[in-house]
């Protein structure tokens, strides 16, 4: 399966729906590949673009957490809130009149594997929200730490 699944042609043809209704989740390893989660988290985020999304109760079957915190692009209009639910229907910030601005291999994992199909036909291959929140459960110290500490300070 590649990495990128891209067809700039059919994303315009659809006018970018997808991007409009909500961002992709990012996997930990879009935001650090190696080093410090937690200073690749703080970073992304402050930058406005990103930010903490969560999946209501545990991803995990059998867990016990009443949410799991993951990362995800900022929606326009709420951009450099830390935390911010978003149940789809808004349009994620890096997507603009061209397009997407983030170049492919720097994109979140789902929009990388999402593949543009003809009529809006598209086909993920990736787990969702759920998927991204999985990912992220062992790092929820993290995230906490890192929503505390951004909305404790400007």
């Not at 690749?40 to 957490?65: Q, S």
């Not at 291999?105 to 003809?118: D, H, I, M, T, V």
Request: glycine fraction near 8%; charge should be negative.
């Amino acid at each position: 399966m590649p990495e990128v699944y891209l067809n700039l042609n059919q994303c315009r043809a659809c006018l970018n729906r997808c991007c409009e209704r909500y961002p992709g989740a990012a996997y930990p390893e879009d935001v650090a590949s190696e080093g410090d989660l937690l200073a690749a988290v703080e970073a992304a985020i402050r930058t406005g673009k990103w930010c903490l999304d969560c999946w209501e109760g545990d991803p995990l079957e059998g867990g016990t957490l009443s949410k799991c915190y993951f990362v995800r692009p900022s929606v326009k209009g709420h951009e450099g809130e830390v935390f911010h639910r978003s149940w789809g229907g808004a349009a994620c910030c890096f997507l603009s009149p061209t397009g997407c601005e983030l170049l492919p291999a720097s994109r979140p994992r789902e929009c990388r594997l999402f593949e543009p199909k003809e009529g809006r036909q598209c086909i993920s291959h990736c787990e969702p929200k759920e998927g991204a929140a999985l990912a992220w459960r062992p790092y929820q110290e993290i995230l906490e730490t890192v929503r505390r500490t951004l909305e404790d300070k400007p």
